[in-house]
């Protein structure tokens, strides 16, 4: 009886060790480091005031129930929307005149991190100083180059370029590690984009109509600038 006793503790620990490794495979699930589908939705469109265009995004957001209205011009103000918690792999425009839908990118496979219109199309006081988008930038992430199993902004970003209504997107810079910013010229058919890129920072020009780097020039601080 006493040697019963004496093996009871240990048969409790066996059968309690057993219930947490059933637990933590139930909270961790397979680790094959395999890439689970990611349920894909549109959300509500959105009218870019001033045109005809509406617009409307392709997230995954299992969080989120229904359709979810998220503006693209309150994601200029957040920066990447990696930060917001949930992921955006495209953006898509309605053409009132043509009554056709269009995509920004052709795969939904990628991640838009950052979209930006330009001008901002920002509500003003006087109806008459109001100028509404013309052209989008946007920031991806295409290819999991940290290899963390994750596309976001850690990654190598590619910066393109498109009109108000999405025809014609162009990827203008690739490779790069961080969008230091951007400014619209006063023609409003050039952008200025400042961007951190192999070690070194950099300012592009772009000809927005064009859809193409005028010049890139290095942004020279100092050696002790990084």
Same mark, same amino acid.
């Given at each position: 009886?006493?040697?019963?006793?004496?093996?009871?503790? +240990?048969?409790?620990?066996?059968?309690?060790?057993?219930?947490?490794?059933?637990?933590? /495979?139930?909270?961790?699930?397979?680790?094959?480091?395999?890439?689970?589908?990611?349920?894909?939705?549109?959300?509500?469109?959105?009218?870019?005031?001033?045109?005809? /265009?509406?617009?409307?995004?392709?997230?995954?957001?299992?969080?989120?129930?229904?359709?979810?209205? /998220?503006s693209p011009f309150s994601w200029?103000?957040?920066?990447?929307?990696?930060?917001?918690?949930?992921?955006?792999?495209?953006?898509?425009?309605?053409?009132?005149?043509?009554?056709?839908?269009?995509?920004?990118?052709?795969?939904?496979?990628?991640?838009? +991190?950052?979209?930006?219109?330009?001008?901002?199309?920002?509500?003003?006081?006087?109806?008459?100083?109001?100028?509404?988008?013309?052209?989008? +930038?946007?920031?991806?992430?295409?290819?999991?180059?940290?290899?963390?199993?994750?596309?976001?902004?850690?990654?190598? !970003?590619?910066?393109?370029?498109?009109?108000?209504?999405?025809?014609?997107?162009?990827?203008?810079?690739?490779?790069?590690?961080?969008?230091?910013?951007?400014?619209?010229?006063?023609?409003?058919?050039?952008?200025?984009?400042?961007?951190?890129?192999?070690?070194?920072?950099?300012?592009?020009?772009?000809?927005?109509?064009?859809?193409?780097? !005028?010049?890139?020039?290095?942004?020279?601080?100092?050696?002790?600038?990084?």
């Amino acid at each position: 009886m006493a040697q019963m006793r004496r093996r009871l503790p +240990l048969f409790f620990i066996l059968v309690i060790a057993l219930i947490t490794g059933a637990a933590c /495979y139930r909270s961790f699930g397979p680790t094959d480091g395999t890439p689970q589908p990611v349920e894909k939705h549109l959300s509500a469109f959105s009218p870019i005031e001033g045109t005809e /265009y509406m617009i409307a995004n392709i997230s995954g957001n299992p969080a989120e129930s229904g359709r979810v209205d /998220y503006s693209p011009f309150s994601w200029t103000e957040r920066g990447y929307s990696g930060y917001s918690g949930y992921e955006i792999y495209n953006y898509v425009f309605f053409g009132s005149e043509t009554e056709s839908f269009n995509k920004l990118i052709p795969t939904n496979e990628y991640v838009v +991190l950052q979209i930006v219109g330009f001008p901002s199309g920002n509500p003003t006081e006087n109806p008459e100083d109001f100028e509404p988008v013309q052209w989008w +930038l946007y920031v991806l992430a295409k290819e999991d180059t940290n290899k963390n199993n994750v596309l976001d902004y850690r990654d190598k !970003l590619t910066v393109g370029v498109t009109d108000v209504g999405g025809n014609t997107p162009t990827e203008v810079i690739p490779d790069v590690d961080d969008v230091l910013g951007h400014m619209l010229a006063d023609d409003q058919d050039t952008l200025f984009v400042m961007y951190h890129s192999l070690g070194k920072n950099y300012v592009a020009k772009i000809d927005l109509p064009g859809r193409q780097v !005028l010049s890139t020039n290095e942004i020279n601080l100092g050696d002790d600038i990084k």
